[in-house]
């Protein structure tokens, strides 16, 4: 058996992710031993996961991406049906196009492949650590910058009086 780390989804919620997508990867046999809801550059939330099973797991994440959109549509034509009720996705944070051949992909990167059922859940702390810790240099930036925004608007009033 082999296991795989993945983020899953452009701007998908964990909400998202656990109703449309997490059902179907166990309909199909696969284990997701782990899951974050992460922030990719401070903009948009894919789910970290760790997954197990059987195959070729990157044709897999792939096929049960476009199998979820499937889903999201007939969920979203119910959700006009019924009024106002509030969407928990849309088919595009799971599928995508490949431009060059203009067919449907699903929205994941793949970090890593392994041969056993257990590397990709014994990564997963370090690989989330990664993700968390560029979020978190991208939100130390912007607090310096306001900082020193504030500092220079505050040393020009100091000059002017």
Do not use: W
């Amino acid at each position: 058996m082999a296991s795989g780390n993945f983020l899953i989804g452009d701007d998908l919620s964990l909400e998202g992710f656990e109703t449309y997508v997490h059902p179907i990867l166990k309909e199909k046999g696969y284990l997701v031993t782990d899951k974050l809801d992460i922030s990719i550059e401070n903009l948009r939330e894919s789910i970290l996961t760790s997954i197990s099973g059987e195959g070729d797991l990157e044709k897999m994440v792939n096929e049960v991406l476009l199998e979820a959109k499937i889903h999201i549509k007939k969920a979203e034509e119910e959700r006009r049906k019924k009024g106002n009720e509030e969407r928990i996705a849309s088919e595009n944070q799971v599928c995508g196009y490949a431009h060059e051949i203009g067919v449907p992909k699903g929205e994941y990167t793949m970090i890593g492949v392994y041969q056993d059922d257990t590397t990709a859940s014994k990564l997963f702390p370090l690989i989330a650590q990664k993700y968390l810790l560029e979020d978190l240099k991208t939100i130390s930036e912007e607090v310096v910058e306001n900082i020193k925004s504030l500092l220079e608007k505050k040393l020009s009033e100091f000059l002017k009086s």
